[in-house]
């Protein structure tokens, strides 16, 4: 007889064990990835911030994703998102400084903002220029008008050459109310915050009950979590916990790459059996 021919690897993985893996990672990805977006529909809410009042930590325009929350949850440092029919008629973005019981005092030594005596380090905030620094240009060059040391002269900068920081150029001291919130913008030189409303019942504090959401990341133009500050980290109750946007987005990518593998490795042996030749086996 001239021989026969075996055809070595026949089976090209369809209807095998890999075939079976390949639909299980499949389903497994779907379910990951449309619980993940799921998921953070239920828990996030997006917001486009209107103003400048919270630069440098979001920007105009920006598109953020904030955790709906209930007020009870808020804690010092939090970027919040609420209502409040005082202040206007549209959902509001700032800072949360202050909680039921504080004292929240500007200024402390150095020109920085205290929480029950206790100064905070804000490396958040876009700092605003003292009393007196109006005559410095964009550039921070002091204007040509009036003479050293006259009336309108700019203040002298610190022997670095910066100007002293301050936290705020409107003093104040308020004991926030059980229950209220002191809310302050990042850019403090613009904001109008808890500050314009010191002479209203409450001195600019909010019920926590008008809290929404809280800011989680920024989603657009650049993707960040927006991190809680540290600063806060000492006080009574410390800060929040951060919310579970990371595991969301984990599940959403993790899901994409099993549906991906599992859809591709059928395609994938196919190819790879049809490019293994077939090899005589002689039969004696």
């Known amino acids: 007889m001239g021989g026969t ?26 379910v990951l990835f449309l619980g ?58 700032k800072r949360v400084v202050g909680i039921g019981g504080d ?14 005596g206790k100064e905070l ?26 003479a050293s040391g006259g009336a309108g002269a700019p203040s002298a900068p610190d022997t670095a050459g910066a100007l002293p920081v301050v936290a705020s150029n409107t003093p104040f001291e308020v004991t926030v ?9 990042d850019q403090r030189s613009v904001s109008i915050d808890s500050r314009a409303h010191l002479q209203e019942a409450g001195q600019g504090t909010v019920p926590r009950s008008e809290v929404s959401a809280r800011v989680d ?8 979590m927006v991190e809680r500050p540290k600063t806060y980290e000492r006080l009574p109750g410390g800060t929040s916990m951060a919310g579970p946007l990371r595991f969301q987005a984990a599940a959403v990518l993790g899901g994409a790459l099993l549906v991906a593998i599992g859809a591709a490795y059928g395609p994938l042996v196919r190819v790879l059996g ?11």
């Open 5 to 30: 021919q075996v055809i070595r690897g026949e089976k090209d993985g369809r209807g095998g064990l890999g075939n079976v893996l390949s639909g299980v990672a499949v389903a497994i990805g779907f």
């Open 36 to 93: 993940g977006f799921i998921w953070g529909a239920v828990v996030y809410q997006p917001y486009t911030v209107p103003t400048d009042s919270m630069m440098p930590t979001v920007n105009p325009g920006d598109r953020v994703l904030a955790q709906r929350i209930d007020g009870a949850e808020v804690r010092r440092g939090d970027v919040v998102i609420f209502n409040d029919s005082v202040w206007s008629d549209s959902p509001m973005l």
């Open 103 to 116: 004292t929240v005092k500007c200024c402390g030594q150095g020109g920085r903002l205290t929480v029950n």
């Open 121 to 146: 380090d804000e490396p958040y905030i876009d700092q605003p220029k003292p009393e007196g620094a109006g005559a410095f240009g964009e550039s921070g060059t002091p204007s040509t008008g009036g």
């Open 177 to 185: 109310p059980e229950g209220k919130l002191f809310l302050l913008g």
């Open 217 to 224: 990341a920024l989603a657009w133009p650049r993707l960040r």
């Open 274 to 284: 049809r490019g293994r030749r077939r090899e005589p086996v002689g039969v004696g």
